[in-house]
């Protein structure tokens, strides 16, 4: 799989070009400890390693166009932190023939550059904020300014993405796994509800599915009960969810890097009062609605003010709103976004949608006066003729929802 993502993404670079992708380093976070380690994420879809302090390289002039550099193992440290990836294990994941070892990337580096005509060096580049600090490659493109300035910089940042936009059969397949197990620790804390539960409890049943399955949370998990749930990312988890109050869940499973990320609302005595279920039915009703329109050729954009229309309607009937401008006051978020490697994957909401690509579709409505907040949210492939709903089996029904949690 890795080996096909390369090709497709290395296709259209020019002529007499390089290309260096960093898996990135862990941050400290005290004394003696790191902030857990994810690899970037397009190093990791072109080698399906995840690993700090790897480099992969390929050259369009050489034979044996691409090198994976790898840390060289310590066997001092491995007593401490585990073992370090082999070469040959680096070699079966990645299907990368040639391996060498990290310390000598940069004199390897500059010997391609001085015995080639090497006219572009590209860089996985991207900054969410001009006050974030340098990364890896931003430090690296620096350095080749300054060694060698008759070179041009160029960004492969965005060839890599466009290609994570479409999913492949083994990814698609990855995230169902990830959603199935998402449905299992969901019914579970479902079960374990009642009224005065802690909100950190429900997401302690939620967690204990997940510890099962020897995986882990794709996002902070958010429970939140009464009016923490009008909170979009409240992730305190401190409140008690007293009798009568519904509690938002939005939470997804890491599995194998692939993400799920599924909303939903339930009472926490397991039974909805009639006010709440008319809610209820208004933020269904769209979710069900966008679902239907999710379909190669419309945009994100678009399905948002679907969403918002259909909303609308419903804010009418609930009696909430008088003018259009206040679904601002009760809706303040948009019904989709890309899913992936990243929770919220890569794209942007004008790109007309295609066959392979994976889209979450999440209405809601916030009303803080009445302490109601909720959510409903799915993971939807979409396919040649429509959509397809990979999380259509987490209980969504007002009745599939008070009989699970009878």
């Known amino acids: 799989m890795y080996k096909t993502i390369r090709e497709e993404v290395l296709n259209n670079i020019e002529e007499n070009s390089v ?21 970037n994420r397009n190093f990791f ?25 790898i840390e060289k193992p310590n066997e001092k440290i491995e007593k401490w932190i585990g073992k370090y990836l082999k070469e040959e294990h680096a070699k079966e994941i990645s299907g990368i023939e040639k391996v060498q070892y990290k310390d000598n990337f940069k004199d390897y580096f500059s010997k391609i550059m001085k015995e080639n005509k090497i006219e572009n060096v590209y860089l996985d580049i991207k900054t969410w904020d001009i006050d974030e600090p340098l990364r890896l490659a931003q430090d690296f493109a620096k350095l080749v300014v300054e060694k060698f300035p008759f070179v041009k910089i160029r960004n492969i940042n965005n060839q890599i993405q466009e290609k994570r936009l479409i999913k492949n059969n083994k990814e698609i397949e990855l995230t ?3 959603i199935d197990i998402t449905k299992e620790a969901v019914e579970n804390m479902l079960k374990n509800s009642k009224p005065n539960v802690y909100e950190f409890e429900l997401i302690a049943h939620y967690n204990f599915i997940l510890g099962l399955n020897g995986v882990e949370t794709s996002f902070d998990t958010i429970a939140a009960s009464g009016e923490n749930g009008v909170i979009l990312h409240y992730i305190e988890n401190n409140d008690i969810a007293k009798d009568g109050e519904l509690v938002l869940c939005d939470l997804g499973v890491k599995y ?17 009062s009639e006010r709440q279920k008319e809610v209820y039915e208004v933020v269904l009703r769209t979710n069900k609605k966008i ?38 006051k ?16 890569v794209g942007d909401k004008n790109i007309k949608l295609k ?14 006066e009445e302490k109601i907040g909720i959510r409903i949210e799915d993971d939807i492939l979409i396919t040649s003729e429509g ?20």
Not at 257 to 268: A, H, L, M, W
Request: aromatic share 12%; proline share 2%.
């Open 19 to 39: 290309v260096v992708v960093f898996s990135g380093k862990a941050l400290r976070k005290s004394e003696d400890s790191y902030y857990k380690f994810d690899a």
């Open 45 to 69: 879809y072109l080698t399906g390693i995840n690993r700090e302090n790897f480099i992969y390289f390929y050259n369009n002039i050489e034979k044996k166009r691409e090198i994976l550099f």
């Open 176 to 178: 169902q796994k990830a």
């Open 256 to 272: 194998e890097e692939y993400n799920s990320d599924i909303s939903r609302t339930f009472p926490v005595s397991g039974k909805f």
């Open 291 to 328: 679902i239907d329109k999710s379909k190669p050729g419309i945009t994100l954009d678009k399905l948002n003010n679907i969403a918002k229309e259909e909303l609308l309607k419903g804010c009418r009937e609930l009696g909430i709103i008088e003018k259009d401008e206040d679904l601002q």
């Open 330 to 345: 009760y809706y303040y978020h948009s019904v989709s976004h890309f899913l992936g490697l990243d929770v919220h994957d």
């Open 355 to 368: 066959e392979g690509m994976l889209i979450t579709v999440e209405p809601g409505l916030y009303i803080e």
């Open 387 to 406: 959509s397809k709903n990979l999380s259509k089996n987490i209980c969504k029904e007002v009745e599939e929802i008070e009989n699970l949690m009878k």
